[in-house]
């Protein structure tokens, strides 16, 4: 084993040989929008983004599924595997099966394993002084999607947060890889505030993110003010209270989506800044459009991140 749990990583490598490492990571949720084919293809976009997190590429991925007796047709959880297929597919990897129980409420997601380099590993550790610090997808999903299932969100707000939630970090993780990547993790449940702290506790550094500059989701921003927050944006806050510091002069809505789990989120990449706007104008050009510079690193203050 070359990574395990110790640094909260966003999947575990084992090395079979001195050049080739398998990355194994799970995840699984219950449904965030209505239509069964598009909960699938989120929640498996959403599993593929630790293995590329990682530097790696998918190879195989298995089905999870909790599935209520009796009070759905089988015709939904169809739908539901066919869009996990579909985004494991546009990876590049095969789905080989996967297993299923009776439960009360439905869930889906994958398990699936990747390969790597051992030596081209990038982990969520590593984070220099003075490092740049890019963000590749826009923010909001987790108050959208909030916002949906009270009815409250726009058409237009949907359509986008789906378009994120759906696309896959494999053209990011790619891009990444030709230039000197420090640390990387996925965006996602803790939050941008909760993986910064990971990556900058686990480096030794601050993390300064700068609130103006974050990419948003049309809406997120409207709809944080009305109040459509998740459950896990209030634990994220409890937990990072006395971890991090926000400056009084940001605005409260931009806290919440800072704070805001995030599902099938973008990549968040440390790496020197003299490469930094070199990086995102490549990810640009790629096809990644909300790519930005999010901030930087310094040494250690009194806390691991500061949102300015």
Same mark, same amino acid.
């Given at each position: ?82 869009? @996990? ?56 999903? @987790? ?88 459950? @896990? ?18 605005? @409260? ?56």
């Amino acid at each position: 084993m070359i990574v395990g749990t110790e640094t909260s990583d966003d999947a575990g490598v084992f090395r079979l040989r001195p050049d080739l490492a398998t990355v194994h990571t799970v995840d699984f949720f219950t449904p965030i929008v209505d239509d069964p084919y598009t909960f699938g293809q989120i929640a498996a976009a959403n599993a593929l983004s630790d293995i590329y997190a990682m530097g790696a590429d998918p190879v195989t991925a298995l089905n999870i599924v909790g599935f209520p007796r009796g009070t759905l047709d089988l015709d939904v959880l169809a739908d539901i595997l066919r869009g @996990g297929a579909e985004r494991v597919r546009a990876a590049g990897a095969v789905v080989l099966g996967g297993h299923s129980i009776i439960d009360a409420e439905l869930k889906y997601g994958m398990a699936v394993t990747g390969v790597v380099h051992p030596d081209r590993v990038i982990r969520n550790v590593g984070v220099r002084d003075g490092d740049a610090l890019i963000l590749t997808k826009p923010l909001g999903t @987790g108050i959208i999607s909030t916002a949906l299932k009270r009815r409250k969100a726009s058409a237009a707000s949907v359509r986008a947060a789906v378009a994120s939630m759906i696309a896959l970090n494999n053209t990011a993780s790619a891009t990444m890889r030709s230039f000197p990547v420090h640390a990387c993790s996925d965006v996602t449940g803790y939050g941008l505030l909760g993986h910064a702290f990971e990556m900058a506790s686990g480096s030794g550094v601050t993390l300064v993110l700068e609130a103006r500059t974050m990419p948003l989701l049309p809406g997120a921003r409207r709809l944080a003010g009305q109040g459509h927050l998740t459950g @896990g944006c209030r634990r994220n806050s409890d937990y990072l209270k006395d971890k991090i510091a926000i400056d009084r002069s940001v605005n @409260g809505r931009l806290v919440d989506i800072a704070l805001d789990p995030q599902t099938s989120g973008g990549l968040l990449i440390a790496l020197p800044a003299d490469h930094g706007d070199a990086l995102v104008e490549r990810l640009r050009t790629s096809g990644v459009e909300a790519a930005t510079r999010v901030g930087y690193a310094t040494a250690f203050q009194d806390v691991s991140v500061r949102l300015v």
